[in-house]
């Protein structure tokens, strides 16, 4: 079977932070992305992070695209370095192509924080609604919260995506009906849950599922491998995973007799096509030639996939 690695495929990783102050081998792991066909949307989520993002993308302007925001979990922070942030993603505002991460997170447990981080929330959707800009959401554990004061603040006139969507099949519907996305990382090689939603989707969106999702590994962040530093050469995985999903549910949908008549049908036009002498091999192989086909499909199915995300991300952050 080809893999989509030879297939002259090209990715996007929707989210990650080669911008990360503490990240090893920065440029190696850009570098390296490159080389793998996977372009990045870093994602500043602090003053300083902020800055070395615009950095990256002046230093390869071609591959690193930039969003600024200020993450949900500096709540401690001063209002003063909260302000000083706002001003730096106004003042370049024409090198961003989103605003975000900024969001909610449970992990705060003090009602004074879960209030300042709400605050801070609004204060940054407003801003994106200024913009008229997209934003890259970061909830975990408030993800029907957070879009309830997302519709309150944007009344759905811009483009929402939930960076390493971890919420409800529902939400997720509710996301994607509203014409916004779900980004979902390389969570999904390991997390049952991931791989149970993407499918329950499929049942509902097929193929157009992927319209509507992203791919990202918010790396150096849940690495597919436990306890290593992840890349975003990793967000073909991620893709990898969705093709997979994809052609258990065809499977599953088409019985058996449905994929014999397809064999079979292939297998008949390929007799045409060669000569009589052929027409037994044919039959003795036809289950050979018919996992021929299927794999072909799959294949198909995998480039489709992968084109259909790698267009929509382009579409949506406006690159
Ligand atoms: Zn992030």
Not at 23 to 40: C, S
Not at 235 to 263: A, H, M, P, Q, W
Request: charged share 25%; net charge neutral.
């Amino acid at each position: 079977m080809k893999m989509a690695d030879n297939m002259n495929i090209r990715y996007i990783d929707a989210h990650c932070h080669m911008e990360y102050r503490r990240l090893k081998n920065r440029e190696e792991l850009i570098n390296r992305a490159i080389d793998n066909n996977v372009e990045m949307i870093t994602s500043g989520e602090s003053l300083g992070g902020c800055k070395r993002a615009l950095d990256l993308k002046t230093k390869y302007p071609k591959d690193i695209n930039v969003t600024m925001g200020y993450h949900p979990s500096r709540v401690k922070s001063d209002w003063k370095v909260i302000e000083d942030t706002y001003k730096f993603i106004e003042k370049n505002q024409d090198s961003i192509v989103a605003v975000g991460e900024i969001g909610l997170d449970s992990g705060i447990t003090s009602q004074a924080d879960l209030d300042k981080q709400e605050k801070i929330f609004r204060k940054y959707l407003t801003l994106a609604k200024e913009l008229d800009m997209p934003v890259v959401i970061h909830a975990r554990g408030f993800e029907d919260k957070a879009y309830k004061i997302i519709r309150e603040i944007t009344k759905n006139d811009i483009k929402i995506v939930y960076h390493c969507f971890s919420g409800s099949n529902q939400l997720a519907r509710e996301l994607i009906d509203n014409g916004n996305y779900i980004s979902i990382s390389t969570q999904l090689c390991f997390s049952e849950y991931h791989k149970n939603l993407i499918k329950e989707l499929l049942g509902i969106y097929d193929m157009d599922l992927f319209n509507n999702t992203l791919s990202e590994t918010d790396s150096p962040f849940v690495s597919p491998i436990r306890g290593e530093q992840n890349e975003s050469s990793n967000v073909r995985l991620v893709v990898n995973e969705f093709g997979k999903i994809y052609n258990l549910v065809s499977d599953e949908k088409d019985n058996c007799n449905g994929i014999n008549n397809i064999n079979n049908k292939l297998d008949n036009k390929n007799n045409k096509n060669n000569n009589k002498n052929n027409y037994n091999d044919n039959n003795k192989n036809i289950s050979c030639n018919g996992m021929g086909n299927q794999i072909i499909n799959q294949d198909n199915n995998l480039i489709n996939i992968a084109k259909l995300i790698y267009s929509q991300t382009k579409r949506l952050f406006n690159i």
